[in-house]
């Protein structure tokens, strides 16, 4: 490893390593604007300039061009290098507003950083400064060009790292110009990152505009919760309110980057309709009074009708605080449950993910990214797990082979091959693709647990355990439908789904219901038969942060605190649990509590809105007993009590991975789905990145980006039965009909429709979990008037 001397101190460095890096190893931070270790080197703003005053390399270079060479001697405060950066700085300003005090970036402009250090602060020049006009990008990120200082920083991320191609330079010389060739919304479902790449004022948060500076925010590290992958984020939040989120470095997670779903995501904690006082048959009440309300009334059904009476439902989007509190209450009560299942098909290939998992076959994010093949498995992660699709583009832009076995239209940021097939064909065309991994040293199989049965997760994983046996460095990557669906897998107790619970309720064995944190009118495959069985309850209980049907029609609405008030604990896909801790105090916002802006004028000890309970501490009280105090007491606790969250004492800064401990092979009595019916197609409901997840959903700026709801279905279907893109039919199933536009795509199965999650959809055609069929008379085509 060579050897080199940076401002007097010696230090040796890895083979290849720049030398702005290697000064970065002694503490030294050398200037720069183009340069991010995320992106690597492209020598474009010039302001990184050093003295080589010694060995290999003379005179006045870019540190961040140069590698790292034995007998290097390196000043980064010889007169001539500060010379050079200050004129860089100089010219840098020389078109540059003085817009500091309207500018978002202001208070964190890497811009206005090395101005002020350089000394920069008088301008010599006399001439008018140059001018752009702005475009509109969309409703996530605000385009402020006259800004700009040519890093290049926003294409090669948008372009290189991420994939697309709408937003580039154009024009030369003293006329760059970073945008799209037209105005219009950004494609990218990564954008938002341009905000936080961008070292000055460009790219600015648009729903966030002008709602304070850094210094007046709340800042607290946080995990993303709108999929399974548990990216790392920074939580911004001022008077009682979530205001923005970012990015958080992460070695083994998402790295530097977030999608826009977990980057926009959070306005459901603050929506003006989110429960925030309990409900007692329709009238507002405190949350402690419908707390102990409903207790009591749980406990005079359970003296009556015994404990089998109560059933509990729970939610993969819990925290593993709540999951554990909800076991632990069924545990000490007898009650049923807790279910944590939507749906049986489901959860078991969850369960089965969970239990083929190993510390030792278990792939991060990071290992994707070094993989030489890739092999998904009914995965789409541009829509259910975003960050995903980043770091396969990071493998495929270093060579790797990347094929798709799916039946939907996939359109993905990178070249692959897409093996498109029906569900009852996935078996056999993932034993055959197998194969071309052979020849690879770092294969990793993807495979999606939302659209595929417990048997293909098993063949995945038969996959990767033949693979390492033939000494190849193998992994396993499952994604899952929620950001808890990992932990909820490893407390399950009951192997039990929603329509368990909903059968014995007919039946008349559960008479009362108490249901945290999941909104079954969204989960539950047939809505009508919920409504029925719902209608039989004596005692109908919801606990949630959202506003809910459920919550709205329960005889008891107990409101809880988000993920931003109350913290958690949360498990992601590869069994990495990782901490979160409150971004703020809780209460009523202030906008909200002063009637606007300003905080009210009035003085009281006591913040509004702060006897809202978490929904683990609401478990403990329903079962009457006095929850844990603190989060470090909650965590002890769930320690001593489940064996399988004992690593949780091991909690370190990047999370610790629990397992469940059990191997997993492909059963003989493995079931295979039922063949699609000649004349018939294939419903398949799947999940999309904008307006499909719940909370997300309720996140007015990227609603604007859902687009109209719309039917896929391949050319060849649609060309039989005389359909064209763009035309609208309407679907019957079950007496249900909706009517959707058509989109046609030659990459993807034939004898499938397949119809993206959208909040406009009011329709779960998915009785059961089970394929859906609809003939091909009940596809009818609507005449354009």
């Keep these: 490893m060579p050897k080199l001397i940076i401002d007097n101190r010696e230090i040796e460095v890895p083979e290849g390593t720049k030398v702005i890096k290697a000064a970065e190893k002694l503490g030294i931070y050398i200037p720069r604007f183009c340069f991010h270790h995320a992106l690597g080197a492209v020598g474009a703003c010039r302001v990184c300039a050093v003295k080589f005053q010694e060995g290999p390399v003379d005179g006045v270079q870019m540190s961040c061009m140069i590698d790292a060479q034995d007998g290097m001697k390196v000043s980064t405060a010889d007169p001539e290098a500060a010379d050079f950066r200050r004129s860089v700085i100089e010219w840098l300003m020389l078109n540059h507003p003085h817009d500091c005090p309207v500018c978002d970036e202001g208070g964190h402009c890497l811009l206005q950083d090395l101005t002020v250090a350089g000394g920069h602060g008088i301008r010599r020049s006399k001439g008018r400064k140059r001018t752009y006009t702005d475009q509109y990008l969309g409703p996530l990120v605000y385009h402020e060009m006259n800004r700009c200082i040519q890093c290049y920083r926003c294409v090669r991320f948008y372009r290189e790292y991420s994939g697309y191609s709408d937003l580039g330079v154009t024009g030369i010389a003293g ?140 939610s993969a989007r819990s925290s593993l605080q709540t999951l554990s509190a909800l076991v632990h209450l069924c545990h000490t009560t007898g009650w049923q449950g807790p279910v944590f299942r939507n749906t049986w098909i489901a959860g078991a290939a969850a369960d089965a993910a969970v239990r083929a998992l190993s510390p030792e076959n278990a792939f991060s994010m990071r290992e994707i990214e070094t993989a030489d093949a890739i092999l998904a498995v009914g995965a789409d992660p541009v829509n259910e797990a975003p960050m995903l699709a980043l770091a396969m583009r990071q493998a495929q832009r270093t060579g790797a082979e990347i094929i798709a076995i799916d039946p939907r239209p996939l359109d993905w940021p990178f070249d692959f091959a897409h093996l498109a097939c029906r569900a009852e064909e996935m078996e056999e065309t993932l034993a055959s693709a197998a194969e071309r991994l052979s020849a690879s040293r770092r294969p990793v199989v993807i495979c999606g647990t939302e659209i595929t049965d417990d048997g293909i997760v098993m063949q995945a994983a038969d996959l990767v355990a033949g693979l390492r046996g033939s000494d190849k460095r193998a992994g396993l990557f499952c994604t899952m439908p929620q950001a808890n669906s990992f932990g909820a897998a490893l407390l399950d107790e009951s192997n039990a789904c929603a329509a368990d619970l909903a059968d014995r309720i007919e039946t008349g064995q559960i008479r009362a219901l108490a249901v945290f944190e999941s909104d079954l009118w969204h989960v539950f495959p047939d809505r009508s038969r919920l409504s029925t069985a719902l209608e039989k309850l004596d005692l109908l209980v919801s606990v949630d942060f959202l506003d809910t049907p459920l919550f709205e029609n329960a005889d008891i609405g107990i409101p809880s605190l988000t993920v931003f008030e109350a913290g958690g604990i949360y498990v992601n896909q590869e069994g990495r649990a990782q901490q979160v801790r409150p971004a703020h105090t809780g209460g009523l916002p202030i906008a909200a509590a002063g009637l606007g802006d300003h905080p009210p004028r009035s003085f009281s000890p006591d913040v509004p809105g702060r006897d809202m309970p978490a929904a683990w501490a609401a478990a403990f009280s329903l079962s009457g007993q006095a929850p844990p105090e603190t989060d470090a007491q909650m965590t002890a606790w769930m320690r001593d009590n489940f064996a399988v969250l004992a690593d949780l004492a091991h909690m370190e800064a990047d999370g610790v991975r629990l397992f469940a401990g059990r191997k997993v092979s492909i059963p003989d009595e493995a079931q295979i789905p039922e063949k699609k019916p000649d004349q018939f197609l294939e419903l398949l409901p799947a999940p999309t990145i904008f307006g499909g997840e719940p909370m997300s959903g309720h996140s007015q700026c990227l609603r604007e980006l859902a687009g109209l709801p719309a039917v896929w279905m391949a050319r060849a279907d649609a060309d039989r039965l005389g359909i064209a893109d763009d035309d609208r039919v309407s679907l019957g199933f079950e007496n249900i009909e909706v009517t959707l536009n058509v989109r046609i795509s030659d990459p993807m199965a034939q004898g499938v429709l397949v119809v993206y999650r959208h909040p406009d959809i009011d329709w779960q055609p998915a009785p059961d979990g089970k394929r859906i069929f609809i003939s091909e008379d009940q596809i009818r085509r609507i005449e354009k008037a």
């Design 175 to 314: 006329r760059v110009y970073f945008g799209r060739l037209r105005e219009g919304i950004l494609e990218s479902p990564f954008a938002g990152n341009l905000i936080d790449i961008c070292p000055t004022g460009v790219y600015t948060d648009r729903p966030s505009r002008y709602t304070g500076r850094r210094w007046d925010f709340e800042r607290t590290p946080g995990v993303c919760i709108h999929c399974s992958l548990g990216c790392r984020t920074t939580v911004s939040a001022r008077y009682r309110q979530v205001v923005r989120v970012e990015g958080r470095f992460s070695q083994q997670v998402n790295r530097d980057f977030i999608c826009d779903r977990g980057r926009y995501g959070f306005y459901y904690a603050d929506r003006p309709g989110r429960p925030r006082n309990g409900r007692i048959n329709g009238q507002t009440v405190s949350a402690q009074q419908a707390v102990e309300e409903a207790r009591d009334r749980l406990q005079r059904i359970t003296q009556e009708h015994g404990p089998e009476a109560v059933g509990i439902i729970g």
